[in-house]
């Protein structure tokens, strides 16, 4: 009869330690599976925000061609006809007509905040500053008249500096090396995710 108080305590130990070790089993489980639903949301993520820079980039960068060619100076409705017809609004012009590409990207900055901390959304900072200022520099242009000024005046350097903020530049170009960081800073932040979470 003494030896069943030591088998029931033995049993009890066993059934305990199998009850620790089930519960170890699935808390890791429950870890891991919350982890790998954090990551596939952060390559998620990362993934359409990478994708939707790019797409802003090329916008941009198309949109400041030197070239606007006659068939884009169509007219446009709400716009006055000197408007359209001037190389000045060819960028803007441009740059409505993908207006998608640049929601997108805007609707993505605060799930990007979510999920990578407010520090990480300065990249559409730059994006947006650089439409603010090929908007600004074209309305500049159009207001003032500054379409053909000539080397002699005391603006033409001003007007200049315009230009070149409306149409790309072979050197000095003050709009795509911006352009480009921001694409830069939002690659260090979402291309190690895509490296880690892409594998599995």
């Not at 639903?37 to 980039?57: C, I, M, N, P, W």
Request: charged share 30%; with cysteine; hydrophobic share 40%.
């Amino acid at each position: 009869m003494d030896k069943l108080p030591a088998i029931s305590t033995v049993r009890d130990v066993i059934v305990a330690g199998a009850a620790v070790s089930t519960a170890t089993v699935g808390w890791k489980a429950l870890n891991k599976w919350r982890d790998e639903t954090v990551g596939k949301r952060r390559l998620e993520v990362a993934e359409d925000t990478l994708s939707a820079f790019y797409q802003v980039q090329e916008v941009i960068y198309d949109a400041r061609s030197p070239m606007i060619w006659a068939s884009e100076m169509v007219k446009e409705e709400g716009v006055p006809d000197e408007v359209v017809g001037n190389s000045a609004y060819g960028p803007v012009r441009r740059l409505r007509q993908s207006f998608d590409h640049i929601r997108d990207l805007r609707t993505k900055r605060h799930r990007f905040a979510a999920l990578f901390g407010r520090e990480a959304t300065k990249p559409w900072d730059e994006i947006e500053g650089v439409l603010n200022e090929i908007n600004a520099a074209s309305e500049t242009i159009l207001m003032l008249r500054g379409e053909h000024i000539p080397a002699t005046d005391p603006q033409a350097k001003f007007y200049r500096e315009q230009r070149r903020i409306l149409a790309r530049q072979r050197e000095d170009d003050p709009i795509t090396p911006r352009v480009d960081a921001a694409v830069k800073g939002i690659e260090a932040v979402c291309r190690p995710i895509i490296r880690a979470w892409g594998r599995t």
